[in-house]
């Protein structure tokens, strides 16, 4: 069936750091893919999204490409602040409903 | 702004007493679901609803029971609580739509605790 992998956390990052986490996902067909944000005490909210190979999906300055090849949807940003501490949520949409990754906590030290 | 609002942001309850936990979606979104986190396993699918009166089971069903008697409305119920049913319990929708991708709305979660 189908599933999404993330990398496993806590990710711990610098401000200003490079961030990549990673999503890899087993699909049948071409799924929309997704990236949600939880910040701390809050409900999820979209990040970002894709919904067709080779798209790139971005947001706040954060980016993630559909790659087709790899099986991926990793998550970037070139910089990141205290203010994007957070979970973050990979997905893809099968049969009406979303297929979720663990989840990743990143926490970005001052 | 689209929005999904839950009646209770915390909520404690004692073992054995009966739960409800509402959410609105003002939408008009064809889709709802509940969904709960807990620390380590992410979100886990309780149960969802595709229409008014009609509901499928998720992931993990056991224990709930949910009702859908309004577009915009949609209940997930604790006959019974119990203390492994403490958790952050999430509401979203979604529309069929547009074939965009299924993108959930999801409210601000219900933290309940049973004692």
Redesign the interface.
């Known amino acids: 069936g189908n599933s999404v992998t993330q990398m496993e956390g806590p990710v711990t990052l610098s401000e200003e750091a490079f961030l990549t986490i990673n999503c890899t996902y087993t699909a049948t067909g071409y799924p929309?893919?997704?990236w949600?944000v939880q910040y701390p005490g809050?409900?999820?909210?979209?990040l970002l999204?894709a919904?067709k190979a080779d798209d790139k999906g971005s947001n706040k300055g954060f980016e993630a490409t559909y790659r087709k090849e790899t099986t991926s949807f990793h998550l970037e940003k070139g910089s990141v602040q205290v203010s994007d501490s957070a979970v973050y949520?990979c997905a893809l949409?099968s049969n009406?409903?979303?297929i979720?990754?663990?989840?990743t906590k990143l926490i970005i030290k001052p | 702004d689209v929005k999904v609002t839950q009646s209770s942001r915390y909520l404690v309850k004692r073992t054995g007493e009966k739960v409800f936990l509402e959410c609105v979606q003002d939408m008009d979104h064809e889709n709802m679901f509940w969904y709960r986190q807990d620390p380590g396993l992410g979100l886990r699918l309780i149960y969802f609803s595709y229409d008014v009166k009609m509901k499928e089971k998720g992931d993990i069903p056991e224990g709930y029971s949910v009702s859908r008697e309004k577009k915009e409305r949609f209940s997930l119920i604790l006959e019974s609580a119990s203390t492994n049913q403490t958790s952050m319990y999430l509401c979203a929708s979604s529309t069929t739509g547009t074939g965009l991708g299924y993108e959930q709305y999801f409210g601000p979660g219900t933290r309940l605790t049973v004692t």
Do not use: P
């Open positions: 929309s893919l997704f949600y809050e409900g999820l909210q979209l999204k919904t949520f949409d009406y409903q979303l979720w990754g663990a989840g």
